[in-house]
């Protein structure tokens, strides 16, 4: 009975820590400082950029014509709530940090580029 009891509690525990992410890898252990000695605006080329985080999961074009690079990755864990019987099977939500690089070229060669890290929270259901 001791065996089943404790199992029982391993497998809750385990569900309870529950975590998913996505997005771009390449950025996933970055910080601003760490993006910043890796790409120097003025100096850094498109393929230099790709060549370290690989292609970027949106390009779109400024006002101004200029290309713009955006790579993201999200790494959010379950909220306990989730795992109490019935209320979560109505409602379910997750926390966690979306990080954004952005980057934008004239021609070439990077103009402007920026990291940001944001807390992020989603949640579904009936309630």
């Known amino acids: 009975m001791y065996g089943l009891t404790s199992a029982i509690a391993l497998t809750a525990l ?4 529950a975590c998913s992410s996505g997005g771009n890898e390449s950025i996933k252990n970055e910080t601003g400082a760490s993006i910043d000695q890796k790409i120097q605006d003025g100096v850094t080329t498109k393929e230099q950029v790709r060549s370290q985080f690989g292609d970027p999961a949106a390009v779109s074009f400024t006002d101004s014509g200029h290309e713009q690079w955006k790579y993201s990755f999200t790494n959010a864990s379950s909220d306990a709530a989730n795992f109490i019987p019935v209320y979560g099977d109505l ?3 997750s926390h966690g940090t979306e990080k954004t690089l952005t980057i934008i070229y004239n021609g070439n060669v990077v103009w402007h580029h920026a990291m940001s890290a944001s807390a992020v929270k989603q949640a579904g259901g009936l309630f």
């Open 14 to 17: 385990v569900s309870l820590s």
């Open 91 to 93: 409602h379910q939500s």
